[in-house]
């Protein structure tokens, strides 16, 4: 009985299992993250609504006390001078500053929610091409080892089977060639 390499025999098996744990490894990954990152491509969330609400409320709040400083400024400036007009242009030019200003801090909010909703996106890209590259790597590499420690085995039971070889073949030939000629006179 021929015999092969039982190290090369035994490592060929463990190959084979590691790929099937790397394997096994990568679909479940996959199962988990996969949704995960698909939603996050398609429906990225951004800043949540509870905090795009404080921020925005906080802008407002900013811009509401700009104003109301400046209308209570003005009116004290009228007060002091007793020129109710005086004051009219000051309240006027303060509102349109902080209007412009709320305008600035809300444009950026939304700038930065956008922002943050693509980096998401990206992200969930990036995860999805990423996401079973080691497992399948490492499995495909496990298998990989498989055809050269099969070989190894292989060519392990040759050189087990070629000193009988050796021995039996002329044997073999000699006797094949007696009994043909037994048969060939007879």
Known sequence: MA???QQASGAEGQSNSNANAFFGNANSLYGDLAPTLEGE???PAGYAPSDLSSMETGAQQSAGGS???AVGQGGLYAART???GGAAAAIADASRGAGQQLSKNLLGIRSANANLKNQQQQAGISGL???????TGASNQALGNVAALSNANTNAENASYDWA??????????GGA???GYYSNH
């Open 129 to 135: 091409t990423n996401l079973t590259g080691l497992e």
């Open 67 to 69: 104003q109301a400083g």
């Open 82 to 84: 007793r020129n109710k």
């Open 178 to 180: 007696a009994a043909g």
């Open 165 to 174: 070889k050796d021995i039996f073949d002329p044997i073999l030939s000699a």
């Open 41 to 43: 491509i398609a429906h």
């Open 3 to 5: 015999r092969g390499d």
